[in-house]
């Protein structure tokens, strides 16, 4: 198995590996409860190295109530009881570690658990004290202090503020919460906040962690004087986003991850729309990588991703560091879908759901996009069960769905909810092998019974599926020499809507998005198609169109 993950042994493994999203809530239930768990991923870590993937990245697995799935934490040091124990937490990373897989865990800088035992100590003190400097506590306004101390609104929807009851039961100071009142914001300028997250990437690093995802990374710094702002025409610097003195901070927990012998990274979860600002966390004393959010929210163009792609590589190229390309994760409409939609780009603030979709369009789309990705110089990032061809599942009935965004906007955002279905193992209907035969309780999230044709079980060995298509591109692109190093070029003389480039001698990407068969070129041969019926195209000297054709030159 070892020979699979080449990619990811040597020294800056991150560099160009691929990397698989496990939401551990959702991946593989082991006990029964409904509930993805630490048993269920460990059962199904030959499949992913099979997969041939070079790194797991998990969302939040410790101690937390569950009020924003596990991103409002409550003790890094314990692993939630949903998912298991801090000792099953510590064999999975040694047995990933022995099928050559690195880890990588969550960290959320921005916000702790309201549960969190500083929070409750807090809650518990009076105005004023020492523990409350932990968190934004600060007095309301108007009358009796009974308007929030700002108009900062929440990312969520409401208010970024609640007020608490004092002791007595009086009407209390209010707290800061950028995401849910579950969600407290820290206060980065006290030093105890500090010291106490270093010495989480220690813990975590100790147990073989091999890097650390860091969520929300632009926004725990915070303007002391938390000022009104107009949020269509915030000041500059915004009161909470990309404030210089959040760079302190992962200076610091770079040298944490320098100070092991064996390289651990830092991986930024960095929304913004200004590539030098973006390229300002991946500085040599700062993060490693970071995701690449414009490539993610770019509609299916060949000129629009051209230009991203264009500026990807500069922004990263001006400090040295690697790109990468991602197309969907636990917070996005799954790309099946939104590629078979008449508007394939995606936005937080516009998720089209229940927008028309041809779903078949979607998926050859996104078997382009992989090949697409795959040879582009830099990291991938897989969501789980894109191996799958699963798509957004929007008619979840309202009343099971758990997402914070749909409860605090009244139903107008229905959340992420729909790319969090648990994944469809094997059978022909639901549980579909996520749960055990005898489980006690549902999957926590519906399966749509159409995924019995889209289990890893039906597709396992099926010449076309998209399961096979991603194992043969993943196997593909390691023993690629044409695809090590960072070597890019665009080839010169593309039809338009077509984008074509080299990498390395001899071999060549063509990703054909203009809607309509283009020619191959002459003189070249065909490594490897997206097209799930690949001979035909071949056959008539032609890439059919929402196609991606790897070539080498004779």
Known sequence: MADQHVAAEHAAWWRDAVIYQVYPRSFADGDGDGIGDLTGVRD??????????????????????????????????????????????????AE???????????????????????????LAARPGAEVRDL????????????????????????????????????????????????QPDLNWNNAKVREEHESVLRFW????????????????AKDPDLPDFAP?????????????????IYRAWRAVADSYPRPRALIGEVWLADPERFAHYLRPDEM????????????????????VIDETLAAHASVGAPATWVLSNHDVTRHVTRYGRADTSFGLSLRQHNAPT???????????????????????????????????VEDIPDALRQDPIFHRTGGTDIGRDGCRVPLPWSGDEPPFGFSPADASAPPWLPQPPQWAAHTAQAQDGEPGSMLTFYRDALRLRRGEPGLGGEDFR????????????????????LANLSGAAVPLPAGADVVFVSDPDPGAGAAAGELPADTTAWLRQR
């Open 358 to 392: 041809d779903l078949e369009l979607g998926a050859r789309r996104a078997r382009a996009a992989l090949l697409l990705d795959l040879a582009l110089p830099g990291a991938v990032y897989l969501y789980q069960g894109e191996e799958l061809g699963l798509w957004e």
């Open 288 to 307: 490693h990588s970071a995701f690449n959010f414009d490539y993610l929210n770019c509609p299916w163009d060949a000129a629009a991703l051209r230009r």
């Open 96 to 122: 990933a570690h022995a099928l050559g897989l690195k880890i990588i865990v969550d960290v959320v800088p921005n916000h702790v658990s309201d549960r969190h035992a500083w929070f409750q100590e807090a």
């Open 205 to 220: 690093f100790d147990r073989g962690a091999d890097g650390v995802r860091i969520d929300s990374a632009t926004m725990p």
């Open 135 to 182: 968190f934004w506590f600060r007095a309301g306004r108007g009358p009796d202090g009974a308007l929030p101390p700002n108009d900062w609104q929440s990312v969520f929807g409401g208010p970024a503020w609640t007020r608490t009851r004092n002791p007595d039961g009086t009407p209390g100071e209010w707290y800061l919460h950028l995401f849910a009142p579950e």
């Open 44 to 93: 199904r870590l030959p499949y992913l190295a099979d997969l041939g993937v070079s790194a797991l990245w998990f969302s939040p697995w410790y101690a937390s109530p569950q009020a924003d799935a596990g991103y409002d934490v409550a003790d890094y040091r314990r692993i939630d009881p949903a998912f298991g124990t801090l000792e099953q937490a510590e064999a999975l990373i």
């Open 232 to 248: 269509d025409a915030p000041p500059a610097p915004h009161p909470y986003i990309d404030r210089d003195e959040v760079h302190e």
């Open 490 to 509: 665009w080839l010169p003389g593309n039809a338009p809507g077509v984008l074509g480039f080299a990498r390395g001698d001899g071999f060549f990407c």
